[in-house]
């Protein structure tokens, strides 16, 4: 039986392991390698079950314990070619380290995992999409401006996946960050807001996939109920309803040792 597990949730760091109880992927390692470790026996996830690790690109919430976990545990870390080489150049990533680029699709044992770009302030960003060995499909797709037809193509066709919904766009205005962070975080290379979110989840639901997660929500410009509450009076708007018609809920920060089975 197929599952998602999110690790970790945010600006604070990111990571999610999908697979089944025999075999399964990292996606993002955006905490230390302790704190990876820590999560995964939490969730009773034998590390020895991943057969690799995924890097959406190189921002330090996506990979800061990629180098110790990988080169401790054997792992191969797959990215795209500019995600790898930003990662080199700041050190995220060693000579050490056994990487791999992923151009659109690669096998990992009995699974499958493709690629889709992103638009994203970083060097080559994408997001996932893993087929399980049962059939089931799971997409993260998190850390983008615009939503793309590449992306919507991965999230209405997958059995489950965890959408971005960062921020709301009044509190990030009137919020600590400094204009220029602002700036980037609302621009078409920055981050998804509630309502954008919103807007494609009734799409998804129609075509198939009514197991859905709302991620990467900002600490300090957003709150879980906030991004909730925005995407479920849209969908309720148009006659949907939860429990019924789809699942929706908040990727917590940190894990809270509670898969998602799909």
């Known amino acids: 039986m ?5 690790l970790f949730s945010g600006s604070k760091g990111n ?3 999908i697979g089944s109880s025999g075999e399964g992927v990292l996606i993002d390692a955006g905490r230390s390698c302790k704190q990876l470790e820590q999560a995964l026996s939490l969730n009773e996830i034998d590390i020895k079950s991943i057969g690799a690790v995924f890097i959406t690109h190189e921002h330090i919430d996506h990979c800061a314990g990629v180098r110790v976990f990988a080169k401790k545990h054997n792992l191969k870390v797959y990215a795209s070619e500019g ?14 380290n056994i990487t791999d680029v992923i151009e659109d699709k690669v096998e990992i044992g009995d699974m499958l995992v493709e690629r889709r770009d992103t638009p994203h302030d970083a060097r080559e960003s994408c997001c996932f999409k893993v087929h399980t060995s049962d059939g089931r499909t799971a997409c993260v797709a998190t850390d983008m401006g615009i939503m793309t037809d590449g992306v919507r193509e991965f999230l209405r066709t997958s059995d489950f996946a965890v959408i971005e919904s960062n921020h709301d766009i009044n509190m990030l205005k009137n919020g ?21 979110c919103a807007d494609e989840l009734a799409e998804f639901i129609r075509c198939g996939n009514i197991r859905l997660m709302l991620g990467h929500i900002s600490e300090n410009n957003n709150t879980p109920d906030l991004a909730l509450n925005t995407s479920l009076g849209r969908l309720v708007e148009l006659g949907m309803k939860r429990n019924l018609d789809f699942t929706l809920d908040t990727v917590p920060s940190e894990t809270r040792g509670k898969s998602v089975v799909f």
């Open 2 to 6: 197929a599952k998602v597990v999110p």
């Open 15 to 17: 990571s999610y392991y």
């Open 83 to 96: 995600t790898l080489e930003a990662m080199a150049e700041k050190n995220f990533i060693c000579p050490e």
């Open 176 to 196: 600590i960050y400094p204009p220029n962070v602002k700036y980037r975080i609302l621009s078409e290379r920055g981050h998804l807001c509630n309502e954008a």
